[in-house]
């Protein structure tokens, strides 16, 4: 059961791919879109030339655990990849990945531009690995 995260931002999204047993990370990028319809359609298109079966959506709730005007949009963004793709959406609880993929990145020596152009794919492992790990 291979399972597709995703770390929804406004210019990059990071993308990360289970194995096809659907236990570990595999594979994740980013991709450079700034249209939410086009990166659907992008997304969608890779769940199926990769047999993804699930996906999961960072939600970026609030510290305090309350929902904004991010939250809002993950939502409706969610909505259209079901909508496109079929699949359950999953809504993933992402405080703190990006937090966390900086000091990933930093303690890996990446910076300036090659963490930019990362950042966003560590997001997603971490909110992918969160996921199978408590599934």
Known sequence: MRVLAVDYGDQRTGVAVSDATGS???????IAEWDGRRL?????AECEKRGVET?????????DGT??????????????????????????D???TTVEA?????ANQRFGKKRRER???VAATLILEGY????
């Open 132 to 135: 199978l790990g408590r599934r």
């Open 102 to 106: 900086h000091g990933i990145l930093s």
């Open 119 to 121: 950042v966003d794919a």
């Open 67 to 92: 929902e904004g005007p991010r939250s809002e949009k993950a939502r409706a963004f969610g909505a259209l990849l079901r909508e496109l793709t079929g699949l359950e959406v999953v809504l993933w």
């Open 24 to 30: 570990i990370a595999g594979e994740a990028f980013v």
């Open 55 to 63: 996906l999961v959506l960072g939600n970026p709730v609030n510290m």
């Open 94 to 96: 992402e405080r703190r």
């Open 40 to 44: 659907a359609e992008r997304i969608a």
